[in-house]
């Protein structure tokens, strides 16, 4: 069932900052402030606010369960939960299961950080060099890739840490995709930006095969456990059953939790929006990390040169038709607009719609999880009516998807 729901990752193929930080947020992050963001952050709508736009987006969607968290000055300030989370109309809370989908890439980068922070693993040694045998010498599992697939191609030899969290190693999304479901480049490692899964997923490979470590029980000691998410599990735990979301397709239809049996680094993240903003408060903050890996997280990696996310293999746009300052940073993707840079991440499966944005300015956050697909199209008027415009890229991670409210009609109270 774990490849089934990750399938949706390609069902969403799209129809296709005043400036960096404020120096208060510069010198608490440690990142480099340029003169021009001296600004302070505006003031953040009141509760009730964030409720009443909350209820809006809802009526304006039919989406049946929305959860939001708001971030500020990296301390998680409010939390929200409005509608169902079942189809027996049961409510949704702060402490739902939701599912998280692949705001767990984020998490996983967060968590590969600490260990480049401890010499165990390099962003930029080959990923050949952790392993006992060649990649494709390992049989195929259900749970990883094909590996056996490119015993032919020697480029796998070329791939790194910092390719695989960059989307960037020249796999489609998933091997199951392809016409012959056969794992193959579709151009030279680290050349450009393609988003895939596989990649990802190959690099918890090399985290268990070859560092010899539980990605499940790594994140958990390293990231759930210090942080309170006491709701949040890389795989299904019997304890989630108590108070579980299910969700709703874009027919109306109910889709059951799914029980994931394995931990997969690239979406099989379960967790509510109070543990998720937690995350959020810590991602912005840099905790357990040294000023260099974190600086190194929230660094422009590689160019984003495509008109939309999806399809993942699309072709590059000329220079002078590519979104500016678009560029895949460490397991999210990072932006620069009005209020300066910000990282933003996305989630999606046929019956949940994710999406997680922060701003290095004031170190704010908004993260919204909705177990109803429907809420997508809310996802950018909500967060301009908390944060103010932040040029997102919502077109990009959505491609001609209708957006409503509209979000030039979302201003903050």
């Not at 169902?84 to 890439?105: D, F, H, I």
């Not at 390099?122 to 006992?132: S, V």
């Not at 890996?293 to 422009?300: F, G, K, S």
């Not at 701003?359 to 999880?369: A, E, F, N, S, Y």
Request: charge should be neutral.
């Amino acid at each position: 069932m774990q490849r089934t729901t990750e399938r949706f990752c390609r069902v969403l193929i799209a129809s296709t900052v005043t400036l960096v930080l404020a120096m208060q947020a510069g010198a608490a992050t440690g990142l480099p402030v340029p003169a021009a963001a001296r600004i302070e952050p505006a003031p953040l709508p009141a509760p009730a606010d964030v409720d009443a736009a909350m209820l809006r987006a809802m009526s304006a969607t039919g989406a049946r369960g929305l959860a939001l968290a708001v971030v500020d000055g990296g301390r998680v300030v409010s939390v929200h939960a409005h509608g169902e989370r079942n189809a027996a109309g049961e409510p949704l809370q702060a402490s739902t299961v939701m599912y998280g989908a692949s705001l767990t890439k984020t998490v996983f980068a967060y968590t590969v950080m600490q260990l480049v922070d401890e010499g165990r693993l390099d962003l930029d040694r080959p990923i050949a060099e952790y392993l006992d045998r060649p990649l494709p010498d390992y049989p195929a599992e259900d749970r990883y890739g094909p590996w056996p697939d490119l015993a032919s191609d020697p480029r796998w030899r070329r791939l790194t840490a910092r390719m695989l969290l960059t989307h960037s190693a020249g796999f489609a999304n998933f091997a199951f995709v392809e016409p012959d479901g056969k794992l193959r480049f579709h151009f030279e490692p680290g050349q450009r930006y393609a988003y895939s899964g596989e990649g990802l997923i190959l690099l918890q490979f090399v985290l268990e095969r070859g560092l010899g470590l539980d990605l499940g029980e790594e994140m958990q000691r390293r990231v759930f456990a210090p942080l309170g998410m006491k709701d949040t599990g890389m795989m299904w735990r019997p304890a989630f059953a108590a108070n579980l979301a299910d969700g709703w397709r874009a027919d109306g239809s109910v889709e059951p939790h799914d029980e994931r049996s394995v931990p997969r680094a690239a979406g099989s993240m379960d967790t509510s929006i109070a543990d998720i903003a937690r995350f959020a408060a810590a991602l912005v903050r840099g905790d357990s990390l040294s000023q260099e890996a974190h600086t190194e997280l929230w660094r422009a990696q590689r160019p984003i040169t495509t008109a939309t996310q999806f399809p993942s293999l699309q072709p590059e746009l000329p220079q002078d038709q590519r979104i500016q300052d678009l560029h895949a940073s460490l397991g999210a993707i990072r932006f620069t607009g009005p209020q300066g840079p910000g990282l933003y991440k996305g989630g999606h499966n046929d019956s949940t719609g994710n999406t997680m944005v922060c701003l290095q300015r004031g170190q704010r956050c908004v993260v919204i999880l909705s177990n109803d697909v429907r809420a997508e199209p809310a996802f950018p008027c909500l967060v301009r009516a908390i944060l103010g415009d932040t040029a997102v890229p919502w077109r990009w991670e959505y491609g001609a998807m209708v957006f409503t409210p509209a979000p030039q009609t979302c201003g903050r109270p």
